[in-house]
């Protein structure tokens, strides 16, 4: 060391220190404000900041906290280190103490998320897997408390440092919240704002047992797997939808098909059938026109008796009479077990209504299909 450091040394152990600290970063927590050997000089100036808390820390243990202001350090204003270092009226020797800065503004749009995907218990999915994700703002509400339990000795600590902490305990309390919730799974996406609410209710008397106070929690996002979204949107439709609507729709749906399909077989017969009713229909129009043209009718042959009419039936479901519907429909609606073997069934000519195994053309329906013996030689 040179002469002129020195004189610089021994001039800076004369003058009153001025202990403050400019926080040019918008990411620093603490601070540990750096003295020559720790030593400040007695009626130093303190200068804390608004949104900062200046701690005085003596051989490992908390002393003295100051708030917002400019403060002269004297054995008045410093009674707990004073305490401690046995001075009984003042001290006008320099004095060794750590002087430590804490940020104690809003740290704002932190990010957290699930790494690994979520596994709750539907009622009607089962075992299903969700991940979720979204932002929190913390701040510092016990500055002697998260020094001791979480800076320690570090004199430089950042959001960085601690976010990878806050995270783990964010997606563990998370996953406990959702898990107890106990909601339809479909509901997670939609009552974001509630389980929001719920989880910072949760996870703040967690974060003030180290100083930290958890002021905003946000879930943005909850996803799940592709098919089983699609299968949810599925049973949601068909959960609002009228199943007898919805069975006819279908099946026009495949009768268009079958129709547009012209090289196959079921299409020749549709556009055969289609064929045939139109014939009839414009037979029919055309037939008070004909006048005294030739009739293309066979000769001495009577006019074909009308068609049949197809036998349609009325059936009950969730206490309602739903109908009428065809033989074939019928069977569909017991196939997808809209109706079952025990469901009234009710057609023209029924006195009254009778369960649908009772019905003899609809027996078929059970699988009795097995024919009868053989009438005997």
Not at 124 to 139: C, D, M, N, P, S
Not at 270 to 283: I, K, P, R, S
Not at 291 to 303: E, I, L, R, V, Y
Not at 345 to 352: E, V
Request: hydrophobic share 40%; proline share 5%.
């Amino acid at each position: 060391m040179g002469i002129f450091d020195k004189i610089k040394e021994k001039l800076s152990h004369e003058f009153i220190d001025i202990i403050e600290w400019l926080d040019f970063t918008d990411d620093t927590i603490c601070y540990r404000f750096e003295r020559y050997q720790n030593e400040i000089k007695n009626n130093a100036k303190l200068i804390v900041r608004e949104g900062q808390v200046a701690v005085f820390i003596n051989e490992g243990k908390i002393a003295d906290v100051f708030e917002p202001g400019t403060h002269t350090l004297t054995t008045q204003n410093l009674p707990i280190l004073a305490t401690l270092k046995g001075w009984k009226y003042a001290f006008n020797s320099p004095f060794k103490a750590e002087v430590y800065f804490v940020n104690t503004t809003l740290f704002t749009d932190e990010k957290w998320g699930t790494k690994n995907p979520i596994t709750l218990s539907d009622d009607r999915f089962g075992l299903v897997e969700i991940r979720a994700f979204g932002t929190y703002a913390f701040k510092i509400d016990d500055a002697g408390k998260f020094i001791i339990d979480i800076v320690g000795t570090d004199n430089n600590f950042t959001n960085f440092e601690i976010n990878e902490h806050l995270k783990s305990l964010i997606a563990t309390r998370f996953t406990d919240t959702a898990g107890k919730a106990n909601l339809p799974i479909e509901l997670y996406a939609a009552n974001t704002t509630e389980l929001s609410q719920t989880c910072l209710e949760v996870m703040n008397p967690e974060f003030l047992t180290v100083g930290i106070s958890l002021e905003k929690f946000y879930i943005e996002n909850v996803s799940m797997p592709e098919d089983l979204k699609k299968e949810i949107f599925e049973y949601s439709r068909i959960d609002k939808l009228d199943l007898d609507k919805l069975t006819k729709f279908k099946t026009a749906q495949a009768i268009e098909a079958a129709a547009k399909n012209e090289g196959g077989t079921a299409g020749a017969g549709m556009g055969m059938g289609m064929g045939f009713v139109l014939a009839q229909q414009m037979g029919g129009l055309m037939s008070p026109q004909m006048g005294g043209q030739q009739n293309t009718m066979p000769q001495g042959g009577a006019m074909p008796p009308p068609m049949p009419l197809a036998v349609q039936y009325y059936y009950s479901h969730n206490g309602q009479q739903t109908g009428p519907v065809p033989f074939d429909q019928l069977k569909a609606l017991f196939a997808n077990r809209t109706v079952n073997k025990d469901s009234l069934i009710w057609k023209q000519g029924m006195a009254n209504w009778a369960a649908l195994k009772d019905i003899e053309e609809l027996k078929a329906f059970l699988g009795g299909n097995t024919p009868p013996p053989l009438p005997p030689q």
